[in-house]
């Protein structure tokens, strides 16, 4: 059986050669991660009480509101001025009022 250490060696050799493959594949997919959109909606960080614009997501237009809740899994509750409210916006469908 001395032919099985060999085998094992170009076994194991192939397997490196995978795991740096992958490696390699993952730091260059983070070069491009997050995209821009995805950025700015990690930076945006909004406050209850603060004034906003929600876009509205039944017609996609974009409406003052108030922020009435900052959820933990980064989303936000708004409470707009008309009477209408949204729950679990995520802020990349919120801005700050200007």
């Not at 614009?53 to 974009?62: I, P, Q, S, V, Y």
């Not at 933990?72 to 708004?78: A, F, Q």
């Given at each position: 059986?001395?032919?099985g250490g060999a085998a094992a060696v170009e076994a194991a050799?192939?397997?490196?050669?995978?795991?740096v493959a992958v490696a390699e594949?993952?730091?260059e997919d983070?070069?491009?991660?997050?995209?821009?959109?995805?950025?700015?909606?990690?930076?945006?960080?909004?406050?209850?009480?603060q004034k906003v614009?929600?876009?509205?997501?039944?017609?996609?237009?974009?409406y003052p509101g108030t922020i009435a809740v900052c959820n933990?899994?980064?989303?936000?509750?708004?409470a707009y001025d008309d009477g209408d409210s949204e729950t679990n916006k995520p802020p990349s469908?919120?801005?700050a009022a200007g």
């Open positions: 059986g001395g032919g050799a192939e397997q490196e050669a995978v795991e594949g993952e730091a983070s070069d491009e991660l997050p995209s821009y959109e995805e950025a700015e909606a990690v930076v945006a960080e909004f406050n209850v009480g614009l929600g876009c509205f997501d039944a017609n996609d237009e974009w933990d899994d980064g989303t936000y509750d708004v469908r919120i801005q």
